[in-house]
Every structure is written in C-alpha cells, then in structure tokens.
C-alpha cells in the first residue's frame, strides 16, 4: 500500500478546512432586500438609516435585518410584499434623496462580512436577472460633425464674400463620411478660399482641384479622425449608461463594450427588469437659457413661483441643500444644436467643452457679446458653463454627463 508522509495529510487537511470556511458564506443562501442608496453617492450613515427605517415603520413594513455595506444601506425582507412595499415606500417618500433597487442579499452571519468573506458572486447564467444589449449610432455622430463642417464653411465664405456654387459630403473607399467638397465658380482664387475654411476647422486635411471643369476644395477627415470621434461616441454612451446603473443602486453590475458598436449592459439579481429599461432607456435633455439676474431669487422661492418670463430650476441636491436659480424661459440652444463634447480641465477645475452647430454658435456668440462682463451663472450640476458667460443649463434628472 502507498504511504504519503504524515506532514502530506496535514497540508490537505488544513487546505479543506480553509476551503470550507471561504466557502461557508453560499451555504446559508440568499434573502429578499431593498438596496438603498444617496443620490449624492455619499456613504449612508447611522442618521440616514434610522430616517428610512422611520418611514418603512410609519408604513407598517417589517424588516428583518438591516446594515450598511459599502456605503448602501440594505434592507432584508421574509417575504416578497414586504420587500415591493419596503421599495415604494422608499421611492414615494425619500426620492429626494435617496435611490432604491430590489436585490437579494447574502443570508451569512455578520461575522462573516467583518472577515472580508463574501459568497461568491453568481452571473446572470445563476442567478437570473437582466441583459440588455444597445447599439450606438456611431455613424451618425460622425455624420452630425461633418454636417457642422458643412454649415460652418458655408457661413465663413459668406462672410468672407466669397462665392460659392455648393457644397457636399464626400465618402471614403469604404462608402464612411469622411469630409465636406466645396465646389467654386471658375476662376475663383481656391487658396484664399482654402484658408478660410481652414480657420474654421483647422484639425482638416484641406485639397484643392481647380484644373477640371469644377473648381472645389475638399476638407476630409483621417481614419483616426474618425475612428477617434466614433470611438468617443461609444465611450459618452458607456459614461451615460454607467452613471444610471449606479443611481440604481444594482449590484455587481457589468457595463462592455461589445463590438465595434454596440454595449452590453448586465444587471445579475435584477427583478424590476421594466422600471430599470425604462430609466436606463431615457433620453436626456439640454437646454442653453440665460440668468435671470434683474428679479430675486429667494423672492421666488419663498413664494414658490417665478417671475413672468422666467422658470425656477434647482440645483441637483449637494450636502443636503439644492441651489435655486432663476432662468429666463427663451432657449438659446439645446441638445439638438450638440455636435461633439470633451471632457477638459480648466483652472475652475473639471469641464466639458462642447461644440455646437454654426446656427446655434452664431446665437451663442450675440448672446456673449451682449452680455459681457456679467457673472457666470451655475448649471445644474454646480459647475460652470464652459460655452458662453451668463449661460445656464437644464437638464433632465437622469442625464448622466455634466455640464
């Protein structure tokens, strides 16, 4: 019979032991909860706790245990009604503030969590819960950019008085946008016209053709040009998609990109699968207004309504206060008129540089010039418009970018 050395045995022994108590925490399974996060993203404390808790009892539901993990609070439930009513009444009288999500929690000893074991985490093949796959129009930003171009060059020739017979957009081997051809009248000066465009666009590769039968300036795009601007489309996508997913509240929760165009969203544990595609499905607005700076603020607050021709727009919640701002009702842009938007810093710290259309542009501009020197006004996310001075911006609770 073959015979191991005795210190062997105990090496394997202490090994499944080790094993055992990692994997203790799966065998106690799961409970019903109610994961309840701040808006703010801010940790909940012992305070916050005891305020949710007072508004679940004022609603006659029982709780079976709750603690704080990682900053969210989590709720756990025996049965499924209590867990639905623990959900509504979160959202009916603490949406303010805070943000719930139906989940299932591990039914482990504490003891367990304050030594760092968790039971391992079940994907959807598991444990059931929501895949959504989104496809990103990346060839449509790409067209949106080059329309500008079109619109930009047009207005700059205009103003520089040089006449032009039309303009188009032109495609690469593939059949990809990839630029804007200009053509001219015979005999027009093609460099001068050349350069203005290029003061428009400068980061353009510009050709001229004026030995054919139709003089024309093409202004293209490179391949990382614009692999780059779609690249940057899946990308504010993912930020946007991300952001919502954590309002939420969901656990473990994977945001990829899949493809060359298309992500993919997966929410293990999720029940309330049509509340959560409708939130993550929302489309965001942006709205350019001016300050109202000539009526009081805490005037209107304090009656709760704006001053004819004015709106009153609040601040998203930071500390516990939400900033009220005045704004006159006459838009000067909105999302519509977006071409493309940066993150930046400046020395106000971080900002989004954004581009809009040649129409809209014009309007900023006169905006601008007829009210410099005047304070910069805050938007919605309490940092300041990078755009244009006294420039404010709303936008719907679920947008994800800021401003």
């Not at 202490?14 to 799961?30: H, I």
């Not at 074991?117 to 079940?122: E, G, N």
């Not at 205009?158 to 495609?171: G, K, L, P, R, V």
Request: hydrophobic share 40%; aromatic share 6%.
């Amino acid at each position: 019979m073959l015979e191991f050395a005795r210190w062997k045995y105990i090496v394997v022994a202490c090994v499944m032991l080790l094993a055992l108590v990692f994997a203790a925490p799966n065998f106690f399974g799961e409970d019903l909860a109610v994961q309840v996060a701040r808006r703010d993203r801010a940790a909940i404390d012992t305070i916050g706790q005891a305020a949710v808790e007072k508004v679940l009892a004022s609603k006659a539901v029982k709780i079976k245990r709750a603690y704080v993990d990682e900053g969210r609070l989590m709720l756990l439930f025996d049965e499924v009604n209590q867990q639905l009513a623990a959900r509504d009444a979160v959202n009916d009288s603490l949406s303010e503030n805070y943000v719930s999500a139906l989940a299932r929690a591990p039914r482990a000893p504490a003891i367990f969590g304050k030594a760092g074991l968790r039971p391992m985490p079940l994907g959807l093949d598991l444990r059931g819960g929501l895949s959504l796959l989104y496809q990103v129009d990346v060839n449509g930003a790409l067209s949106n950019l080059i329309a500008s171009y079109d619109q930009d060059f047009r207005r700059s020739l205009t103003a520089a008085n040089i006449t032009f017979s039309d303009s188009s957009n032109i495609q690469d081997a593939n059949g990809v946008l990839d630029g804007v051809r200009v053509t001219f009248p015979a005999g027009t000066d093609l460099s001068k016209a050349r350069d203005v465009m290029k003061k428009v666009v400068s980061d353009a590769t510009f050709t001229t053709q004026d030995s054919g039968p139709v003089p024309y300036v093409d202004a293209t795009l490179t391949a990382t040009q614009i692999g780059d601007r779609q690249k940057n489309a899946i990308q504010q996508n993912m930020t946007t998609l991300r952001n919502r997913v954590n309002e939420l509240g969901v656990t473990e929760p994977k945001v990829e990109q899949q493809g060359t165009d298309r992500i993919s969203v997966q929410l293990p544990g999720v029940i309330n699968s049509a509340e959560v595609k409708d939130i993550l499905g929302k489309v965001a607005t942006l709205e350019f207004r001016l300050t109202d700076t000539q009526n009081n603020v805490q005037e209107a607050v304090a009656k709760n309504r704006a001053p004819l021709g004015s709106r009153l727009e609040f601040h998203r919640e930071v500390a516990g206060y939400r900033q009220p701002t005045l704004l006159k009702r006459e838009i000067i842009a909105t999302g519509a008129d977006l071409v493309d938007a940066t993150s930046t810093t400046t020395q106000r710290g971080p900002a989004v540089a954004i581009r809009l259309s040649s129409k809209a542009g014009d309007e900023m501009l006169r905006i601008t010039q007829a009210n410099l020197g005047k304070p910069w006004p805050w938007c919605s996310s309490n940092r300041r418009a990078k755009s244009t001075p006294r420039t404010a911006c709303r936008r719907n609770a679920t947008t994800s970018s800021a401003m």
